[in-house]
């Protein structure tokens, strides 16, 4: 009747049940999906006992488009590309941190296993070893977006400071300057 098809409808109808009238206004923003969701969805539609609908409802996806999205990078380079970059976005506590890298360190369990076990990346895991061996585990933290007191500062650190500071300042005068010549030629003027 509407020149619309049945999986259309379908899909539609599973956005309404699961988030009403406004699971149907059109996504302005890119929705964010974690590493679990991503392998457990994969998993699910390969074990053959769910349907790709029932898998977007499952999940709650955006569609199956992104389902077969990912199917086609299963079993190739991107699919561990993906799943690093997805484990990378997950925010993983200090606590964690410091009980995998113990596992390793104290406990001998291989990085592999670890990594497996806990959904993070072979080489993420390593780093945080290393981190842990060389300064131990207040670097193991997350500190973005924390600025750190001038006291806590190495003296390199504040000439590096110091120096980006005056770069800044510089490049802004330049395009100061750069644009009053600019004005004082097109009003006629001599520079």
């Given at each position: 009747m509407y020149g619309v098809e049945s999986t259309a409808i379908h899909r539609w109808s599973i956005k309404y049940?699961?988030?009403?009238?406004?699971?149907?206004?059109?996504?302005?923003?890119?929705?964010?999906?974690?590493?679990?969701?991503?392998?457990?969805?994969v998993e699910d539609?390969?074990?053959?006992?769910?349907?790709?609908?029932?898998?977007?409802?499952?999940?709650?996806?955006?569609?199956?488009s992104l389902l077969r999205k990912w199917l086609k990078w299963y079993n190739t380079p991107k699919w561990n590309v993906k799943i690093g970059e997805f484990m990378a976005r997950e925010k993983i506590s200090k606590d964690d941190k410091i009980k995998m890298v113990l596992q390793n360190t104290t406990g001998n369990k291989s990085v592999k296993k670890?990594?497996?076990e806990n959904?993070?990346?072979?080489?993420?895991?390593?780093?945080?070893?290393r981190k842990y061996k060389l300064s131990g585990e207040g670097v193991l933290g997350d500190n973005r977006g924390i600025k750190k007191d001038e006291s806590?500062?190495?003296?390199?650190?504040i000439l590096k400071k110091r120096n980006k500071e005056l770069e800044d300042k510089n490049r802004r005068l330049e395009a100061e300057l750069l644009l009053l010549k600019k004005l004082k030629l097109l009003e006629g003027g001599v520079i």
């Open positions: 049940d699961y988030g009403g009238l406004e699971a149907l206004q059109e996504i302005k923003i890119k929705t964010l999906y974690s590493s679990h969701i991503l392998i457990n969805s539609y390969l074990t053959g006992k769910f349907s790709m609908l029932q898998i977007v409802k499952k999940y709650n996806l955006s569609g199956d670890i990594a497996t959904n993070v990346s072979e080489g993420q895991l390593r780093d945080w070893i806590q500062l190495s003296n390199e650190e």
